[in-house]
């Protein structure tokens, strides 16, 4: 592999939100950054928008005029990528951030591969698709790694570095070691549905759905005790309205469906039927809460009893899903822990917060959930039922 340099030229194929993002990142860090997308147009846009908000850095001092301007002269507008993949010939690095369809990918990389050098690194950015499968188009799919953001790309911390079982080891370890280079905490996870932090924080919603379609508790609460009692930054119906109904829905089905219906992963009726209807939260106007101007938010049920239940079986089901990719050695216990704090800003990680409620105590929460439902959706991780047996510690 070549050495991690300022010098490598990355290529960002797609330029939404994510793509642009990745874009500004690269060129943040001194990178000849190459921008397609499907439209010409929406390239320029995304220019455009970087370059505002980079003039909002300057404007509050924490970047000067000169820096900015460099960052975007450094951003190559390629247009559109179709018939135009010859515009990445000379990078280093592709990182697609294009519609989640499986086939749409598999045609792009395949393009992409016709044009760059032999040891060029062909990445996704995929957030719940196969890395295997995106690669298994290619005549060189040891060049093929995930590198996956989360939203937005400029602040958000995390990265999951993802090698498929086709992954040449020092593509992913020189793609590590250069996202390293670009400021970022990466995690090494294996390329297996939702990889860690999409898989892991399913039952932050899932469990919140559930608990609302029982009525167990109302929005406004479960968000409240979350928040309050839980001491996570957003309850799970405001990040669901913020990442968007229709975003977050797609990622569930696409678990559920590539863990073979596992009833671990169920979606929710209640998100289909909102994003069925449009309500797909804050960029619709609408979600879980409405954000039209002078709308009034309900207000919780500020019981503390109520709200410590909740947080309680929200906070069982997420430790033991945490064991749970532990044990099928999804990522090391070091690594899950930081994808959940740094991926999205849990108030610690999964393992150490279980060993500090105890192991038996989350036990016996997630057997008495399996008890009173007879459901498989319940059903406690091996590993958590060994350190039981054991009396040793989650994240030992």
């Known amino acids: ?32 950054v190459i921008l397609a997308d499907a439209s010409a147009a929406q390239v320029s846009r995304a220019t455009d928008s970087i370059a505002k908000s980079l003039q909002r850095e300057v404007d509050k001092g924490k970047r000067d005029a000169a820096s900015a301007a460099d960052i975007v002269t450094r951003i190559e507008k390629a247009g559109a990528i179709a018939g135009n993949a010859s515009a990445f010939s000379r990078c280093d690095l592709v990182i697609e951030a294009i519609v989640e369809d499986l086939d749409v990918k598999r045609r792009l990389f395949s393009d992409l591969e016709s044009v760059v050098s032999d040891s060029a690194v062909l990445a996704t950015n995929t957030s719940s698709l196969s890395v295997a499968a995106l690669g298994g188009g290619c005549r060189n799919k040891s060049r093929v790694v995930g590198i996956h953001f989360f939203n937005p790309a400029p602040l958000m911390p995390l990265v999951e570095i993802i090698p498929a079982i086709t992954t ?6 020189w793609s590590r070691a250069l996202v390293d280079s670009w400021g970022k905490v990466t995690v090494l ?16 919603y899932g469990e919140s759905l559930r608990m609302y379609e029982e009525g167990f508790a109302d929005i406004a609460t479960i968000d409240w005790a979350m928040r309050t009692v839980g001491g996570f930054r957003m309850g799970p119906f405001e990040l669901m309205d913020f990442i968007g109904n229709d975003v977050n829905y797609a990622v569930t089905r696409s678990v559920f469906e590539a863990f073979f219906y596992d009833p671990r992963y169920r979606p929710s009726l209640t998100q289909r039927r909102l994003v069925e209807a449009g309500l797909l939260g804050r960029k619709s106007g609408r979600g879980y809460y409405d954000y039209a101007d002078g709308a009034v938010k309900p207000e919780p049920t500020t019981d503390e009893a109520l709200g410590r239940r909740i947080v309680d079986r929200v906070l ?13 050695r999804i990522a090391s216990a070091a690594d899950l822990e930081t994808a959940m704090t740094r991926g999205v800003n ?13 192991p038996g105590v989350i036990l016996d929460r997630i057997e008495a959930l399996q008890d009173e439902y007879r459901e498989d ?20």
Request: aromatic share 6%; no cysteine; hydrophobic share 45%.
């Open 346 to 358: 849990y108030p610690r990680g999964l393992l150490a917060w279980g060993d500090e409620i105890g």
């Open 189 to 204: 996870v294996k390329d297996t549905p939702g990889f860690i932090v999409n898989r892991v924080a399913r039952p932050f």
């Open 1 to 32: 592999m070549r050495p991690v340099s300022p010098d490598r030229v990355i290529g960002v194929v797609g330029a939404g939100a994510m793509g642009m993002g990745i874009a500004q990142v690269a060129a943040s860090h001194g990178h000849q």
């Open 316 to 328: 069982a089901m997420l430790v033991n899903e945490a064991a749970e990719a532990l044990y099928m």
């Open 168 to 173: 040449d080891a020092a593509v992913a370890e």
């Open 377 to 396: 959706r319940y059903r406690p991780s091996p590993l958590l039922r060994r350190v039981v047996r054991d009396g040793g510690r989650l994240g030992a």
